[in-house]
């Protein structure tokens, strides 16, 4: 699967949860790391970890599976890394701490279209 893709199935798994703020970033010219980053908040601790176990849902059916989670026991910031897409889920106020969309400010934004789930 093209990254473009996964990329795309994340967001739409975060859509249809009701994340906020969904930011797709390409990231592949300025590190090796990945390829897209995936950025959203939930409105709380629990609506995060919901977010990222939907993401796990979603995907895990289509046999995809991510090489490392991070944060799910706080669930102030997950990381799901899945290779060529990085999904970062966050607390407004941890993402707004971090602020990923600056320190990735040479990143180019992909319009994303409202997905029908």
């Known amino acids: 699967m093209e990254a473009i893709e996964l990329a795309k ?5 975060l859509e249809s949860k009701k994340a906020l703020e969904l930011k797709l970033l390409k990231v ?14 939930g ?8 977010l990222a176990e939907e993401v796990d849902y979603r995907l895990s059916k289509e046999g995809i599976e991510p ?4 944060g799910a026991k706080s669930r102030s ?21 971090y602020a990923l969309e600056r320190l990735w400010a040479d990143a180019v934004p992909v319009e994303l279209e409202p997905e029908s789930v």
């Open 67 to 70: 090489s490392r989670v991070e």
């Open 28 to 41: 592949e010219d300025l590190t090796v790391l990945t390829d897209y980053f995936v950025i959203a908040s």
């Open 9 to 13: 199935k994340i967001v739409a798994a």
């Open 77 to 97: 910031w997950i990381l799901m890394d899945y290779g060529s897409v990085v999904a970062h889920i966050f607390y407004p106020e941890t993402r707004e701490y």
């Open 43 to 50: 409105t709380s601790n629990t609506h995060v970890g919901a």
